[in-house]
Every structure is written in structure tokens, then in C-alpha cells.
């Protein structure tokens, strides 16, 4: 049995995401790319260049493909206008009610 490590990773050159998505156990890699823009929000992927000999490895990265092009299409605030955004460290709807003590109040207002 294969122990498969899988590797996912995005970078931002002028504008164009370039996300990679890698499959390998170590003698053999599965490559996929794909690139979308501009570069805000989750990387998802348009279009995927794939090498591989296995069935079963093309599907994988099919469907994690499929899952960050989802991710994209579903996020709202911060992250689809703008990953690049500072914010707290606990996201937009406030901390928690463990780190604060009581209950969390409602979402800020999202800028315009």
C-alpha cells in the first residue's frame, strides 16, 4: 500500500494565481496546474495539465481541483475580495466566545 503525500500550493506572479496540486510517494509525482486571476480571493483553477499513469491519481486531483474551484465560487468578506487583506487572527466574524469569555457579537460590517 502507497502512502501518498498530497502538497497543495499557490503563488502570485503579476496578478495570476498559479496553483499546484502534487501526488507522489516519493519515486513517482503527479503534477497538475492550473491558473486563474486576478489574484484575489482562493486560488481556483481554470484549467489543469496533468501527467500521470494512474487512474485512480487522475481522479484525486480531479476532485481537488473541483474542491478549491468550489471553494472560490463559495467564499465571501475578506477572502473573495482580497486574501491579501490584514485582519485578526480570528477571522471576520470576531473571536470566539472561549477567548473572550461570553458570547461573540455579530459579524462587523463589511466594507463597501
Keep these: 500500500m502507497n ?9 502570485d506572479h503579476d496578478g ?10 516519493g519515486a513517482r509525482a ?9 489574484a484575489h480571493g482562493w486560488p481556483h483553477v481554470r484549467s489543469v495539465q496533468l501527467v500521470a499513469n494512474d487512474l485512480a491519481l487522475v481522479h484525486a486531483l480531479a476532485e ?3 474542491a478549491l474551484d468550489e471553494a472560490a465560487q463559495s467564499a465571501d468578506g ?6 491579501h487583506q490584514p485582519g485578526p487572527p ?23
Design 3 to 11: 502512502a501518498w503525500k498530497l502538497t497543495v500550493g499557490y503563488t
Design 16 to 25: 495570476v494565481v498559479e496553483t499546484t496540486a502534487v501526488l507522489g510517494d
Design 30 to 38: 503527479y503534477r497538475g496546474t492550473g491558473r486563474s486571476g486576478p
Design 64 to 66: 481537488l481541483t473541483d
Design 78 to 83: 475578506p477572502v473573495a475580495e482580497g486574501a
Design 90 to 112: 480570528w477571522g471576520r466574524r470576531g473571536p470566539s466566545p472561549d477567548l473572550m469569555g461570553g458570547p461573540a457579537g455579530p459579524a462587523p460590517a463589511r466594507p463597501a
